[in-house]
């Protein structure tokens, strides 16, 4: 219930008054609220309804129409009731502003969205246009329709309808912008369009014509041949006749133009020597030769050392043979401060193919003209090395319609990718792989020197990160110490703080090649640079920089595009998901200049302020993954808070988060471990227990949960000691192999060790979680009254202390100790368990639940209703790739399955097997053994069941459940006696009996 209190504080947030909205569809849905941008709603069903009943204008759509809108190719697998629950949190989402005059509508007809008259900017284009007022319409366009939003069906009529009439306002413009002699008024729009749907031929006739009517005829040519290409790789055909009409006035009109006073040819042959050494790279070379023969531009772009123009020279060499015209050679020095002047490259040029020195024109468009003459069906190869920019090339590539198999070719080295250039084809080199490397390294050194230390030249190929020139500084510095071991280099570079001093040799640096870059940054950008530098984490996404920097996010990303144009910072992943990395020895560069240039605690805050924001981050992703239902438990460390939309949008699937950023939590949970900055540490490794347990990522979990968990016992934590020891109990219960002792008895006195920490530090809660787990080490060891006991203490702190997870978990294990000797209290308890785990929202615990109840029913004779809990249990653990939960679920099926003679438990039971294998873990490995042994006993397979069970008896005997092994033992026993061996069953009896006749207890 609202008390008037807080409705008193609605009304102050909202200004007292109500908030006029408005709509925007022509290109990414937007919402504004009295002209201030909102973030629109988080779940993307309720983002694609919005967008479908603003397209609908006012008209009504039927729930079956919302279904083929927003549910596009699943309408058939989702229910009517999905489209009222969104409209009815769609109705909640935009009660929030106020406005009156938006209201959702429904009816048996189907819902509608009424708006003010203005309110969308789709009835305002329409209203423009009517007016005949084509331009104004047109700027209201900002893309395609409701660009990137995924939840609405694109080849629907809403949608389509809309895109004709804004395509049919754009070439109207065209046609008056012609007949009036004012081509740049409808240029913007159509260039757009044309960008946007690069098949429709009469958007890029229009097109064409305004360019050309602009003066801009050269650039309406290379257009031509784009769309020519396009359309010839893609479809198989050529332009029609509309768009060939428009080329050939164009043609005609380029021609026209020419003029030349060149002198006799020549043949130039100014390609640099070829590398002897050079290595690898074949299918980069396939891709410049191919391309080459197309008639496009390659364009070798990478870092400094990474080998662009090595590969660009040796593929020259390889190609020269079909250049028999000449081959032309400029180092334009782009990553210097002083660039070459294009003017100036043209001259050099024009002399080599032949013109007169005193008929060279002075102006750069008129030598360009003649260097374009001169070439023209002219067989001639052009290496362009060490460009700067699209804007110092265009004077040196010829005609766009001389290239191909007749005419010149143009190969271009860079740091930056030149995309814009007109028929470029990128070719991005990365690093050398280990392979590679270590040829490259043979290759200077000589094969014997290498063959002698393999496991060394490994080493120094990793330590040089698979940089070409790196390589090679290392292999020459090798070759001119023929007494250096090349273990002894190879020690000199795991020196972090030495290596890029030891990748120097003669006038080759590693250093000075990524010296060049740096020194063309602005102030901001290098601070950037030297500050990411400092994180150890493999890649991280671009809030993070604007976390390290402390600036908007919109000013951290224009940085990195700097970055990765100055080749200091690589991207990696694709659209909306964008991360960026370090070459390792660009990292190692960043951080010398960070300690020479930034002072200490301003590399101190930049890292806390990274680590804050991935903790910030971290700790509300985890609260929506499901996942054990321990306690929460957190520090005090610092939160480095984020905008909340941005927040809000990264959070939007919490565990696609994880998947993206789990990497880096984990380096930056060891990296502030290793700073002693526990705090932060712990809570880092703590937040990805949930994540880790859903996707089986047990040894990530372990080994991190292990190295920070000693930097919090040498900070004297003792919360942080004790959260990590939770987590460590958990992963290596259920999960990783046993470390010789027996799991289960193990537990116990660890789990007591646990309580007292988390007593120590005054948190019920966590001692709650330590009672649960030393239960089940109690419930294994066949102590059950012990373990009730324990279970129900810690029962009793998590209704006392709000601890509901704890409390579900406590009636689990209850459960488990009752097992089968009452079957009716275990169902009950279960039963609790459940509806705390669906109280909570936690899928992965209710899964659980369904799948001890499923084994339960089955064991109490209601085999058929256990199945049907087992396989809805499944489905849930697939749905979440919650591989634990999955094999559970398969083995009590196939358990059953066996129980009934049902034909599928083998299949059922294997994937079961292959899954325990998989992920390490013992309790379904064993249990899996068994289920296959006897099924190989039951076919009379008696080596197959023996194998199998005498394995079960070894994990069962290493994890040291007494119930499960006692059972084993009688099933191995029996299996010895059909094979004709009755003192190795009477041994294993034997065996069975010392332990107790205890009855098998349910599985975790």
């Known amino acids: 219930m609202i008390t008037p209190g807080a409705a008193r504080q609605v009304l102050l947030y909202w200004g007292l008054k109500r908030m006029r909205m408005t709509f925007g569809l022509l290109g990414p849905l937007t919402v504004a609220a009295d002209s201030v941008p909102q973030a629109l709603p988080r779940a993307t069903v309720l983002r694609g309804l919005l967008g479908a009943l603003l397209l609908a204008e006012g008209e009504r759509l039927p729930v079956g129409r919302l279904l083929e809108l927003v549910w596009a190719g699943q309408a058939d697998r989702v229910g009517r009731g999905a489209v009222h629950t969104g409209m009815s949190r769609l109705r909640a989402w935009l009660g ?56 609405v069906h694109r080849e629907d009529p809403l949608v389509t309808a809309v895109e004709a009439a804004v395509r049919a306002a754009a070439l109207s413009l065209a046609e008056a912008s012609l007949a009036t002699g004012a081509p740049r008024t409808a240029l913007p729009a159509v260039t757009a369009l044309a960008d946007e749907h690069p098949f429709d031929e009469p958007v890029h006739a229009a097109h064409l014509r305004l360019l050309a009517a602009d003066g801009r005829a050269a650039e309406a040519l290379r257009r031509f041949q784009s769309l020519r290409r396009r359309l010839s790789e893609e479809l198989g055909i050529e332009p029609g006749e509309q768009v060939q009409s428009v080329f050939l006035a164009l043609l005609a009109q380029d021609r026209a133009g020419l003029h030349t006073s060149a002198g006799p040819s020549r043949v130039p042959s100014q390609l640099p020597g070829d590398i002897p050494d050079f290595t690898g790279r074949e299918e980069q070379a396939h891709s410049i030769l191919d391309a080459l023969a197309a008639g496009l531009v390659p364009v070798v772009s990478g870092m400094g050392g990474i080998g662009k123009t090595a590969l660009a020279v040796h593929t020259a060499h390889r190609a020269a043979a079909h250049y028999p015209d000449g081959r032309l050679y400029a180092d334009l020095r782009g990553a210097d401060a002083s660039p070459a002047d294009p003017a100036r490259v043209l001259a050099a040029f024009l002399r080599a193919l032949g013109a007169d020195a005193r008929e060279i024109p002075e102006s750069l468009d008129e030598r360009s003209a003649l260097y374009r003459t001169l070439l023209a069906g002219r067989r001639v190869l052009i290496l362009l090395d060490n460009a700067a920019d699209e804007q110092q090339l265009r004077p040196l590539l010829p005609s766009t319609s001389a290239r191909g198999a007749q005419g010149p070719a143009v190969l271009v080295t860079s740091r930056s990718a030149l995309t814009a250039l007109p028929g470029a084809r990128l070719v991005d080199l990365g690093e050398l792989d280990s392979a590679q490397a270590q040829s490259l390294l043979r290759r200077i050194l000589g094969d014997a020197r290498v063959a002698a230390e393999p496991m060394a030249a490994a080493r120094i190929a990793e330590l040089c990160g698979g940089m070409p ?370 109280m909570i929202g936690n899928t992965r615990f209710e899964a659980t639940a369904i799948q001890f109840l499923g084994a339960a029913h089955g064991r109490n004779g209601q085999v058929e209703h256990g199945c049907e809990l087992l396989t809805r249990s499944l489905a849930m653990a697939r749905s979440l790739q919650d591989r634990y939960v999955e094999a559970f679920s398969l083995l009590y099926l196939a358990t059953f399955q066996a129980a009934t003679g049902d034909p599928r438990a083998r299949e059922t039971a294997e994937a079961a097997l292959t899954i325990a294998r998989r992920f390490a873990m013992g309790h379904h490995l064993a249990h899996a053994l068994g289920v296959l042994g006897e099924l190989d006993l039951a076919d009379g397979d008696h080596a197959s069941a023996i194998a199998r069970l005498e394995e079960s008896v070894l994990v069962w005997r290493a994890r040291g459940w007494r119930s499960f092994l006692a059972d084993a033992l009688r099933t191995l026993a029996r299996a010895y006696r059909s094979a004709g061996l009755p003192k190795s069953a009477a041994r294993a009896l034997d065996e069975a009996r010392e332990l107790g006749d205890t009855l098998p207890a349910t599985d975790r």
């Not at 959702?104 to 969308?120: K, M």
């Not at 709000?802 to 459960?815: F, N, R, T």
Request: with cysteine.
């Open 96 to 151: 929030r502003f106020g406005d009156e005059t938006v209201a959702l509508e429904s009816d048996a007809q189907g819902y509608r969205l009424l708006t003010a008259p203005d309110a969308v900017d789709l009835a305002r284009f329409r209203a423009l246009t009517a007016d005949g007022d084509l331009a104004e319409a047109l700027a209201l366009r900002r893309g395609r329709v409701l660009a990137g939003l995924e939840r």
């Open 469 to 838: 020139l790196a390589v090679r500084i290392a292999g020459a510095r090798l070759a001119a110490r023929p007494r250096w071991t090349l273990a002894r280099l190879a020690d000199l570079l795991a020196d972090e703080r030495r290596r890029l001093d030891e990748l120097a040799a003669g006038d080759l640096a590693v250093r000075a090649g990524f010296a060049v870059g740096y020194a063309r940054l602005r102030e901001p950008t290098r601070r950037t640079f030297r500050l990411l530098g400092l994180l150890d984490a493999p890649d991280f996404a671009p809030w993070v920089a604007a976390a390290v920097t402390d600036t908007p996010l919109e000013e951290a990303q224009r940085r990195l595009e700097e970055l990765i144009d100055a080749q200091l910072l690589q991207e990696t992943g694709t659209e909306p998901h964008l991360r960026y990395r370090f070459h390792d020895l660009v990292r190692l560069y960043a951080r010398e200049h960070a300690q020479a240039t930034d002072e200490p605690g301003a590399r101190s805050a930049a890292l806390q302020r990274a680590f804050g924001a991935w903790l910030w981050l971290a700790e509300q992703a985890s609260d929506q993954v499901p996942g054990p239902c321990f306690a929460p438990l957190h520090g005090d460390a610092p939160r480095h808070r984020l905008p909340s939309a941005l927040t809000a949008a990264l959070l939007d699937d919490p565990t696609a988060w994880f998947d993206a950023e789990q990497p880096a939590l984990n380096a930056s949970a060891r990296q502030a471990a290793g700073l002693r900055l526990a705090s932060v540490a712990w809570d880092l490794a703590a937040c990805q227990e949930k994540y880790c347990d859903v996707r089986g990522l047990y040894d990530d979990w372990y080994s991190t949960h292990l190295a920070v968990l000693n930097a919090c016992r040498a900070a004297g934590d003792v919360l942080g000691e004790a959260v990590l020891t939770r987590g460590l109990l958990e992963v290596t219960t259920w999960t990783t192999p046993g470390d010789g002792s027996q799991t289960m008895v193990a537990l116990h006195g660890r789990a007591e060790e646990l309580l007292t920490l988390f007593e120590r530090v005054g948190e019920p809660r966590g001692s709650a979680d330590a009672l649960v787990l030393a239960a089940w080490s109690l419930v294994a060891q066949g102590r059950e009254q012990e373990a009730l006991d324990a279970a129900h203490r810690a029962l009793e702190l998590g209704a006392l202390h709000d601890h509901p997870g704890g409390q579900a978990k406590a009636h689990q294990i209850i459960a488990v100790a009752y097992g089968e000797s009452d079957l009716d209290r275990t169902i009950e308890h279960l039963t609790e368990a459940l509806r705390l785990a669906r």
